[in-house]
């Protein structure tokens, strides 16, 4: 099995005098592949990356969002922690501004369709739970997940996420939709579900 550096080396290969060195320089910057769906041409550019291998990796990236959100589309339920966010890392990835969204679901808790709700320096006041709700029940939604990035890569939870999460699960619970999990998504394909750390 090939590793991270290579898979990306094979990508540039063509247009690069020494693409693992290239490939490794990337991830040393990254910290890891679930970054590469986040980044753009710009950014790739500022790293060193010419258009044409630009082109190649953002392509690939893509091919990853689209497999990740056709899989979950399978209308299998959504019940297990790392395949939601392994799914939202692919199809958000990890950007430097913090991303909060919503996966809406069906009774059998099955995708009906995702949402961000908000970019950008996150003030949890700018995002209420009457507007996740609101939108849970113009979509028909009998349950939601929702999530947002740390940009610094760690998702230990902070005391706010927690307390949104309770306040959520209370407002949702009145209006018949489940609050199914809260996932916190840092680097490296790490996640916290606040749901399992008893915020609810």
């Known amino acids: 099995m090939l590793s991270d550096a290579e898979l990306l080396a094979a990508l540039i290969a063509e247009d690069a005098e020494n693409p693992l060195s290239l490939a490794e320089d990337l991830l040393l910057k990254w910290?890891?592949?679930?970054?590469?769906?986040?980044?753009?041409?710009?950014?790739?550019r500022h790293e060193g990356v010419d258009d044409r291998q630009a082109t190649r990796l953002l392509a690939a990236a893509e091919l990853g969002r689209r497999?990740?959100?056709?899989?979950v589309r399978e209308r299998k339920p959504l019940d297990r922690p790392?395949?939601?966010?392994?799914?939202?890392?692919?199809?958000?990835?990890?950007?430097?501004?913090?991303?909060?969204?919503?996966?809406?679901?069906?009774?059998?808790?099955?995708?009906i369709s995702d949402a961000e709700a908000y970019r950008?320096?996150?003030?949890?006041?700018?995002v209420e739970p009457r507007e996740i709700l609101k939108e849970c029940l113009l979509r028909g939604a009998a349950g939601v997940i929702i999530f947002h990035t740390h940009p610094s890569g760690?998702?230990?939870?902070?005391?706010?996420?927690?307390?949104?999460?309770?306040?959520?699960?209370?407002?949702?619970?009145?209006?018949?939709?489940?609050?199914?999990?809260?996932?916190?998504?840092g680097k490296a394909g790490r996640y916290v579900s606040l749901k399992r750390r008893g915020a609810w």
């Open 120 to 126: 950008g320096t996150l003030h949890r006041a700018a």
């Open 31 to 44: 910290g890891d592949l679930f970054t590469l769906p986040g980044t753009t041409r710009e950014m790739l």
């Open 154 to 185: 760690d998702p230990t939870p902070s005391s706010e996420d927690m307390n949104f999460s309770q306040r959520l699960a209370i407002a949702a619970n009145f209006v018949g939709v489940e609050l199914v999990d809260h996932l916190v998504l």
């Open 82 to 111: 790392h395949e939601v966010a392994r799914y939202l890392m692919l199809r958000y990835g990890l950007r430097d501004q913090e991303v909060m969204g919503s996966l809406f679901l069906d009774v059998r808790h099955r995708l």
């Open 67 to 71: 497999l990740a959100q056709g899989e």
